[in-house]
């Protein structure tokens, strides 16, 4: 069994969506602002949109959705959680093993000597912060137009062509190759539960589609 989450899985930890009405941030979209090129043109910008996701995402907490996936991976020996989300509220939940498909919004690389670090301190105070190296550093996120971690990605790609069961949970299905994983799924004969506020790309594929709110649903399947 597998779960392949989105950002709808946090939104009632009170972490905006990216597509949904509050997910806009100021007059930029997420997709102008995750970029490299955003980045190398003004890296102050992009800091202050994830410094200002950092500070909101350590006030929230894990909401039941969260705790639930956890449980399953703590009774499940089967069971892999791949996640597109970067707020890490799956560790805090209890997951120990989440396949981080779009990496941490908690780690800093640095752009000079690619060094990496935990940096849980919000706000940074100095943005962009820098490396001891002297460099510039990013976040440890992967960008649009960014390749995803090699190793992660097939590892994640393992987990959904071997899973019987793959729950979809609280994303558009826009973003790829994460959202592929459905299909890849799928392919190999999995049933797919899709567990979202709205109708996606993924609806009419899904075998099982249950509308509502992630962190209502989740518990009930693992009672
Ligand atoms: C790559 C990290 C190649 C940063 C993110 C044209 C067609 C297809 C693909 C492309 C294309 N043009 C370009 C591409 C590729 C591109 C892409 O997919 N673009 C999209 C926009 C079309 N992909 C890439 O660039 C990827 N890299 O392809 O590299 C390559 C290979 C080799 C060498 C060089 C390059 C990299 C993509 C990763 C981008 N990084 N995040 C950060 O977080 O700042 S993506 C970003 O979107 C987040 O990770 C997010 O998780 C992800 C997906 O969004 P969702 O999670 O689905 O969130 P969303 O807001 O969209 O939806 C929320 C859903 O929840 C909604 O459905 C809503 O109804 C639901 N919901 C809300 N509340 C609840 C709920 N459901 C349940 N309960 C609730 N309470
Ligand atoms: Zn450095």
Request: aromatic share 8%; proline share 9%.
């Given at each position: 069994m597998a779960a392949l989450a989105g950002a709808g899985l946090s939104a009632e930890s009170g972490v905006p969506t990216?597509?949904?009405?509050?997910?806009?941030?100021r007059q930029y979209r997420p997709e102008d602002l995750a970029t490299p090129e955003a980045f190398a043109s003004d890296p102050r910008l992009v800091w202050e949109w994830y410094d200002w996701r950092r500070s909101l995402i350590s006030k929230a907490g894990p909401n039941p959705g969260h705790f639930a996936l956890a449980e399953l991976e703590k009774r499940k020996q089967s069971f892999t959680l791949i996640t597109q989300?970067?707020?890490?509220l799956e560790e805090r939940a209890g997951c120990k093993d989440a396949l981080r498909l779009h990496g941490d919004i908690w780690t800093l690389r640095c752009t000079a000597c690619g060094r990496e670090r935990k940096e849980l301190k919000t706000?940074?105070?100095?943005?962009?912060p820098h490396c001891s190296c002297g460099g510039i550093e990013r976040p440890g996120v992967v960008w649009f137009g960014e390749p995803l971690p090699a190793r992660v990605f097939a590892a994640a790609e393992k987990a959904a062509r071997e899973a019987e069961v793959l729950l979809v949970v609280g994303?558009?299905?826009?973003?790829y190759p994460a959202a592929g994983l459905a299909w890849v799924a799928k392919a190999a004969g999995a049933k797919l539960i899709e567990i979202n506020m709205e109708e996606t790309a993924l609806s009419l594929e899904a075998d099982c589609a249950l509308r509502g709110k992630s962190g209502e649903i989740l518990p009930l399947l693992v009672t």
């Open positions: 990216f597509r949904g009405a509050g997910g806009l941030w989300n970067v707020d890490g706000p940074l105070g100095e943005l962009p994303t558009s299905a826009a973003v």
